[in-house]
């Protein structure tokens, strides 16, 4: 299986409504919507409004037909502490396969040069990203918004 990354585009927009109400991504996300139905209106508001970030989607080659969305990373800047990344696997048939690991590999590559840490924040009961995450060399540094703790990669952490 052959793993790769693309800019998120316009028109991933509706598979991206649709993987945000797998009730096993939304209820870690560290801005939680578990209470709340997102809508067309909202989610494409979050769209027009994002700022010092980069969403790549990612995809696999699984069979003669091609590459094939299947999760996305997000990676945004944070001018006054360390850059965040966060990820998630849409196509659940693929969890815990790889696909994860090998997608934040490549987004790690594509900002490795310009930052000098990045964290991610996780949920405490999210083992399975807490798993990835410690797998790529991340190290707990404590707590973050909203209940969710805070993993950091430092400077020298090329993949």
């Known amino acids: 299986m052959r793993v790769s990354i693309r800019n998120l585009r ?4 509706p598979l991206l409504l649709a993987w945000s109400h797998i009730k096993e991504i939304w209820t870690y996300m560290p801005t939680s919507r578990s209470k709340e139905n997102l809508t067309w209106e909202k ?4 769209w027009r409004g994002r700022k010092n970030r980069f969403d790549w989607m990612i995809l696999v080659n699984l069979d003669e037909y091609g590459p094939r969305p299947v999760g996305v990373v997000k990676f945004e800047y944070k001018g006054g502490g360390p850059s965040e990344i966060g990820i ?3 196509e659940v048939t693929l969890w ?3 696909v994860a690991a090998e997608a934040l590999r490549l987004a790690l590559d594509e900002v490795a040069a310009r930052y000098r840490s990045i964290s991610a924040v996780i949920h405490p009961e999210n083992q399975r990203s807490i798993r990835l995450f410690t797998g ?12 969710q ?8 952490f090329s993949m």
Not at 10 to 13: A, E, M, Q
Not at 43 to 46: A, I, K, M, Q, S
Not at 149 to 156: F, I, M, P, Q
């Open 88 to 90: 998630y696997i849409g």
């Open 136 to 147: 790529l060399g991340f190290k707990k540094v404590g707590k973050a918004r909203s209940g």
């Open 10 to 13: 316009d028109t991933d927009l």
């Open 96 to 98: 815990d396969k790889g």
């Open 43 to 46: 989610h494409f508001d979050w």
């Open 149 to 156: 703790e805070e993993y950091r990669l430092h400077a020298d």
